[in-house]
């Protein structure tokens, strides 16, 4: 971020400044012209389903899960911001992970928040989280909450896809804090729970006698609210969404959207860090608007295009694109599309630092 240039050089003494050095002591001027230049701004960008299903079948073919280094078995392929060295953006890091019939994705468990969004799925294809199977169905979004044991066992004959969401840059990078890490000593934890126990706990029927599971786990003082897994049905969430259409009034600058709830608090956002709803798009182009926050977005179905700062972000079903924070954005789906949209809205909200208008 370009800062203003001070009017006039001014110079220091030769002693004030050995004195600065001396005691690790710096004047504003200097030291405003070097905040906000960490990273290289985000640029508008997007990932073709194609290119990504290449990258993906490429590694599959070379490595199976076994072979990689232990604590990193995850066959994931992850976009690049070309502004980023590790991650879409600063705040969210998106990964495309694969689990071929037969194969295992190891147990461990974390402090960042992660989910999983299904690409391609089978009622035989489980992420385990907290001791329960759930079933990975195209397009379901199932949540693995931060220090949740998970693992992911594909125990059908095809090989399984999904977007990884995580808040690791966010926690790595802008915090510059640790990811606390643990493997499970067993490749699959016990499954505890019979499947749609965290759904009889968290979904729309609850326990009366408030008998509720608390036992969340989480080594972190200070957790408000902390999300449970859950996993969110996309039959149930298309459904809704279509609901909207038939009878409501589309956002100018979004669409039809639902948003992905925490169950523990029935509002957004689903995790602290980000946020996540299901748009779509059939009324033609939206209006522009930009905001502070970033947004990445996943195609779920039908073509068009997002126009970022005059660019045009030609997309297609399963393409991941980025919208930079600050930049103007509209869409304009060829006819009905579905977009999964991110966003770190959440953590912008969290100190009232987010902004947002027409553009
Ligand atoms: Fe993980
Ligand atoms: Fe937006």
């Known amino acids: 971020m370009a800062q203003q240039e001070p009017e006039e050089?001014?110079?220091?003494?030769?002693?004030?400044?050995?004195?600065?050095?001396?005691?690790?002591?710096?004047?504003?001027?200097?030291?405003?012209?070097?905040?906000?230049?960490?990273?290289?701004?985000?640029?508008?960008?997007?990932?073709?389903w194609e290119d990504i299903q290449t990258a993906i079948d490429n590694i599959e073919n070379d490595i199976p899960i076994?072979?990689?280094?232990?604590?990193?078995?995850?066959?994931?392929?992850?976009?690049?911001?070309?502004?980023?060295?590790?991650?879409?953006?600063?705040?969210?890091?998106?990964?495309?992970?694969t689990v071929s019939p037969g194969e295992n994705a190891p147990a461990h468990r974390h402090g960042a928040n992660a989910l999983r969004?299904?690409?391609?799925?089978?009622?035989?294809?489980k992420t385990v989280v907290a001791g329960e199977e759930f079933p990975m169905h195209d397009n379901d979004l199932i949540t693995t909450p931060q220090w949740e044991w998970h693992d992911h066992v594909n125990d059908s004959d095809e090989t399984a896809t999904w977007l990884?969401?995580?808040?690791?840059?966010?926690?790595?990078?802008?915090?510059?804090?640790?990811?606390?890490?643990?493997?499970h000593e067993l490749d699959r934890q016990p499954v505890t729970k019979t499947q749609g126990y965290w759904d009889s706990q968290y979904?729309?029927?609850?326990?009366?006698?408030?008998?509720?599971?608390?036992?969340?786990?989480?080594?972190?003082?200070?957790?408000?609210?902390?999300?449970p897994p859950y996993r969110f049905k996309w039959r149930e969430t298309d459904e809704t969404l279509r609901q909207r259409a038939d009878n409501d009034t589309p956002d100018p600058y979004d669409g039809y959207s639902m948003a992905y709830v925490n169950p523990n608090t029935g509002s957004p956002p689903l995790f602290p860090t980000m946020s996540?709803?299901?748009?779509?798009?059939?009324?033609?182009?939206?209006?522009?608007?930009f905001h502070n926050a970033t947004e990445v977005f996943f195609v779920i179905e039908g073509e068009g295009a997002t126009?970022?700062?005059?660019?045009?972000?030609?997309?297609?079903?399963?393409?991941?694109?980025?919208?930079?924070?600050?930049?103007?954005?509209h869409h304009e789906p060829d006819d009905e599309a579905i977009l999964l949209g991110m966003?770190?809205?959440?953590?912008?909200?969290?100190?009232?630092?987010y902004t947002e208008a027409e553009a």
């Open 9 to 48: 050089q001014v110079e220091l003494s030769s002693s004030t400044r050995s004195h600065l050095e001396a005691q690790n002591l710096r004047p504003l001027w200097e030291v405003e012209d070097t905040m906000g230049n960490v990273y290289d701004d985000l640029e508008p960008d997007i990932w073709k």
């Open 343 to 353: 966003s770190d809205r959440p953590v912008y909200e969290a100190f009232n630092f």
């Open 307 to 329: 126009h970022v700062d005059g660019e045009a972000l030609e997309w297609g079903e399963r393409d991941i694109f980025v919208v930079p924070p600050g930049t103007p954005h």
């Open 66 to 97: 076994d072979d990689l280094p232990p604590g990193f078995q995850r066959r994931v392929t992850v976009p690049i911001n070309t502004g980023m060295e590790n991650a879409i953006s600063n705040t969210i890091y998106v990964g495309v992970q």
């Open 276 to 289: 996540f709803r299901s748009q779509l798009l059939n009324e033609g182009p939206t209006d522009a608007h």
């Open 117 to 125: 969004f299904t690409i391609d799925g089978h009622e035989e294809m």
């Open 164 to 183: 990884d969401v995580l808040d690791l840059p966010l926690i790595l990078d802008s915090l510059n804090s640790t990811n606390v890490f643990e493997n």
């Open 203 to 227: 979904g729309r029927a609850r326990p009366a006698d408030e008998a509720k599971d608390s036992s969340i786990p989480g080594p972190f003082e200070g957790n408000r609210e902390p999300t």
